[in-house]
């Protein structure tokens, strides 16, 4: 069984070879780690290929810039079985890829908790999931998504069912992959933390409730809740009618 790490950069030179290096000590030798670098001005992708190991697959975003095409990038030259999301500047925790492989055994997607921390890696919340009170539930996740991709690992199938990924730029790309597991298969959240999730300026989501997450106006919040509950309606219809065939 082949594992990829999804992990999209983006003048990231502070902390990314710490999150590398996290990664490459637990992940197997036929592994890889898919990286997408949207662009970097730094030297990112100087302390990437310094690294020099063969399990580490560079690509560059040619295409639209961004967050969520830049992961969508990596996400499409996946070929494990199992795949991992991951951000530029966390540290995984150790035991955090056996713990997720062996239950992704019996699921189709886990969410591991994560311990919050401030840019030198200081404890700032020992419990992501108290922040949001993190689980299952698609309506639930639509108000106030508890799916951040860096906590999430899923098996091909998931990833085959997300793909073609939304058009629209609302639809986050972690809430749908969550959401689509939801509708296919099994998802499982587990309460211990295998991850630092590091908060620093450059961090690109923001913590907070419904109204203080991000600085755009209300009605756009909203707007986006309705689009991707839209969009899973759509996929939960098409999955049953499949299933009926």
Known sequence: MKISICLATYNGEKFIFEQIDSILNQIGQHDEIIVSDDGSTDKTLEIIRNINDDRIKILINKGERGYTPNFQNALKEASGDIIFISDQDDVWLPGKYDVMVENLKTNDLVVTNSMVTDEVLNVTNQSFFTIYNSGTGIIKNIVCSTYYGCCMAFTKRILNYSMPFPKNKEVSIDLWIGLVAEVVG??????????????SDNTVTQLGSLLSRSDRPFHMKIYKRMVTLFAVSKLAVKYKLSKKM
């Not at 099994?186 to 908060?199: A, C, D, G, M, T």
């Open 186 to 199: 099994k998802v499982k959240f587990i309460e211990k933390p295998y991850l630092l999730y590091r908060r």
